[in-house]
Structures are given as structure tokens and as C-alpha cells.
């Protein structure tokens, strides 16, 4: 797994971290790189069924972006979470949400 000191290496790829803490309860961050060329980052998180349970578009660009989620915003329970950078998925990660 990269640390974003590593990521921050190759300017040419998008990358996105593992959330921290994980597992969470009140709240966690999840860091990501979007270069600045990118015209549409979204971050997507799923239910372990497919369902959509949040989209967040990404404003931030550059080295050691991040956004954070709200533990009260989702039930308890294992979610996925992707990073999309102008319509490709980029990578997809996996938290803990416990309450």
C-alpha cells in the first residue's frame, strides 16, 4: 500500500488511500491525489448490496487531499468506497462503520 509521501512521487496517476480510522464510529478521513487536469473526481460509497450511499464531488486537487465522513450519516456496517476520476474508476477500498 502507498503512504501519500510515495504517492506524491508519480504526479501522473490518481491514487486513493484507506480511510483512517478504520474501523470508525464517530468519524473517519479519507485521503486521495487527483492531478489538476482531472475534470471530474467523485467519491462513491457503497453498501455491500451496490446501493449507492453517498456521492461527493471533489473539489480539492493536488497532494494529500481528503474529505471526511460523518459516522451518523450511515448505519453501522462494512462499506465500499470508490474514487472515479472523469467517469474511470481509479481504485476502490474497503471501511468499518461501528457504533
Same mark, same amino acid.
Given at each position: 500500500?502507498?503512504t501519500p509521501e510515495e504517492a ?25 491525489? $487527483?492531478?489538476? %487536469?482531472? /475534470? ?10 451496490? *446501493?449507492?450511499?453517498? &456521492? @461527493? ?9 481528503? $474529505?471526511?465522513? %460523518?459516522? /451518523? ?10 474514487? *472515479?476520476?472523469?467517469? &474511470? @474508476? ?10
Amino acid at each position: 500500500m502507498l503512504t501519500p509521501e510515495e504517492a506524491t512521487t508519480d504526479l501522473t496517476n490518481a491514487f486513493l488511500f484507506q480511510n483512517a480510522p478504520n474501523p470508525f464510529s464517530q468519524s473517519t478521513e479519507i485521503k486521495y491525489f $487527483v492531478l489538476e %487536469n482531472v /475534470n471530474n473526481a467523485v467519491l462513491y460509497i457503497f453498501d455491500m448490496q451496490g *446501493t449507492t450511499k453517498k &456521492q @461527493i464531488t471533489l473539489a480539492e486537487r493536488g497532494i494529500t487531499a481528503s $474529505v471526511f465522513i %460523518n459516522g /451518523n450519516d450511515l448505519q453501522s456496517g462494512m462499506y465500499m468506497y470508490s474514487l *472515479t476520476c472523469d467517469n &474511470q @474508476i481509479v481504485d476502490t477500498k474497503k471501511m468499518i462503520l461501528t457504533k
